[in-house]
């Protein structure tokens, strides 16, 4: 008398289909034959599992199981589980992603592979990071054959399907207890094979040749280095059938000689004259986006950071409002001088230092 299917499985019979195969992969695991050599009792447990799940894992099977129990599935023709070890294997191999079969016997025709995704580095000088540009790019990839439109054989030629993997384009292989599939060496995941004398002359039979595109590349407002930009489609050829794959441009933003940034935030480090450090006054400040007035207070210190806010870099995602601009003003040393600047330099340094040495600004602390 056959058990319970979800008593095997150790579950409510309202158990939803993830508690299912949590429940399955679990018994799998402990009772696989290659983890209990020559254990009779763990290779029943393992079957017993397998046909449990095969049944209460397809939606038309636990159907006919809840209203009819055993009887239902045998009168229905539907049988009561997998019929024998590789059916067995293939049910187990499914659930942990290895494909079912072994050796490409059985099991579903390879599916269309969309194609891989490219990246490529696009060099940006500063402005143009900081202000946005649209470039053009060249984009050299693969594209179908269109002599063959991709099937690698000459007009009126066909490819035959793989002796090794019987056309499914992969093939499973032992490591240990566990089964990996991996791409079938002899069609190289293709499910089919050429023959060199029917191969396409125009694309020596790889159903690929190389192209070139031309790709405008808008470049948002505040890019910085590091950041993709995701372009759907542009990327390698897929199987005929399938899709391609995606593009990812990858921003690299040169040095400036003036500006330097942290996030949306610029930095500049300004020289300004003595007198108007001292005095005070209306100074003149390069900014990402052009000049802009600051007024200086007097007596401000040799580098004193000043923050114009709102005068940095947008937001190239949209998110946040524009950064600041930093100007860091400091002290703008003559490296030379005409006899009238030199003349009045003397004259304030004689004013300035008067009683200097005699009684210094830090004696008071003695």
């Known amino acids: 008398m056959a058990r319970d299917y ?40 393992f079957k017993e599992a397998s046909e449990a799940y095969e049944v209460l894992s397809d939606a038309d099977k636990r159907r006919t199981y809840d209203q009819f129990g055993h009887d239902g599935l045998r009168g229905g023709g539907m049988g009561g589980g997998p019929g024998d070890m590789n059916d067995i294997f293939s049910a187990f191999s499914d659930i942990f992603g290895f494909g079912g079969g072994g050796g490409g016997g059985r099991g579903r025709a390879p599916r269309a592979r969309q194609g891989p995704d490219m990246e490529v580095t696009l060099v940006l000088d500063f402005m143009q990071a900081a202000l ?166 007097a007596g401000t210190d040799s580098g004193k950071v000043l923050t114009m806010r709102g005068k940095g870099l947008d937001d190239p995602h949209g998110r946040r409002g524009r950064g600041h601009h930093h100007v860091q003003v400091v002290v703008a040393v003559p490296k030379s001088l005409t006899d009238e600047e030199e003349d009045l330099l003397r004259k304030l340094a004689a004013i300035q230092g008067e009683g200097v040495h005699d009684k210094p600004w830090w004696k008071k602390f003695f």
Do not use: W
């Not at 003595?274 to 052009?290: D, E, F, N, R, S």
């Open 132 to 297: 946005g540009a649209e470039r053009e790019v060249p984009i050299t990839r693969h594209a179908h054959c269109k002599t063959c439109n991709g099937e690698r054989t000459k007009p009126g030629k066909s490819a035959a399907t793989c002796d090794t993997c019987r056309g499914r384009g992969q093939v499973l292989q032992q490591a240990g207890f566990m089964r990996i599939q991996t791409a079938c060496p002899a069609c190289r995941g293709e499910g089919k094979t050429v023959k060199p004398e029917d191969r396409c002359n125009a694309c020596t039979g790889t159903g690929l040749v190389r192209d070139t595109e031309t790709l405008k590349v808008r470049i948002p407002a505040g890019i910085d280095s590091g950041i993709r930009v995701r372009y759907a489609g542009k990327g390698e050829v897929g199987d005929p059938g399938a899709p391609p794959g995606d593009l990812y441009v990858i921003f690299d933003i040169q040095a400036h000689g003036l500006f330097k940034r942290e996030g949306q935030d610029v930095y500049v480090t300004l020289p300004v004259p003595y007198a108007t450090m001292a005095l005070g006054g209306t100074i003149k400040v390069p900014t990402v986006h052009g000049d802009e007035t600051l007024d200086l207070p």
């Open 6 to 45: 979800y008593e095997v499985l150790g579950v409510e019979r309202g158990a939803s289909e993830g508690d299912i195969k949590k429940a399955y992969r679990k018994l799998a695991l402990a009772n696989h034959p290659d983890r209990n050599p020559g254990d009779k009792e763990a290779e029943a447990r």
